[in-house]
């Protein structure tokens, strides 16, 4: 079983790799350089940086397979998804997809968290509809 210290620097790994990727869906700036500014601007004494580097570099990689998992579940295109629902959904399914070390119970978990500090009175709803549903499909071995 993972460390408390562990799960606590993934999670914010998950927290700050959102941030960049919503910053990056909204201005388009350079990847490289807004992992050089969460680097040399925030703390990331706490986070595992090696975890926020993939994240926030895979998801963008991979926008066109994650959107079409997630629009599989949902009655929106993710392009008119909020911005910040956006961002969580598309890590969410990154890790389903790409990181079977994780439990699908804690990609879920993360995303409703996220959902609720940063998004919409509703999006932890929204978002724990989609991510729960992809899973399903992503994750039918562990689930069963």
């Known amino acids: 079983m993972a460390s408390p210290s562990f799960i606590k620097q993934r999670s914010l790994a998950r927290r700050r790799a959102m941030q960049a990727i919503y910053q990056w869906q909204m201005a388009g700036n350079d990847l490289k350089d807004i992992e050089?500014?969460?680097?040399?601007e925030q703390d990331m004494s706490k986070v595992d940086v090696d975890y926020f580097i993939e994240l926030m570099h895979k998801v963008p990689?991979?926008?066109?397979?994650?959107d079409a998992v997630a629009e599989k579940y949902s009655e929106t295109k993710m392009e008119i998804v909020d911005p910040i629902e956006r961002a969580i959904i598309r890590l969410s399914i990154y890790e389903l997809k790409s990181r079977l070390d994780?439990?699908?119970?804690?990609?879920?978990?993360?995303?409703?968290?996220?959902?609720?500090?940063?998004?919409?009175?509703n999006s932890h709803k929204f978002v724990n509809g989609i991510v729960d549903k992809a899973a399903h499909e992503l994750r039918q071995a562990e689930i069963k």
């Open 36 to 40: 050089t500014q969460y680097l040399t």
């Open 61 to 66: 990689m991979s926008i066109d397979e994650l």
């Open 102 to 121: 994780v439990p699908y119970k804690v990609v879920i978990n993360e995303a409703i968290i996220l959902a609720k500090a940063f998004g919409g009175d």
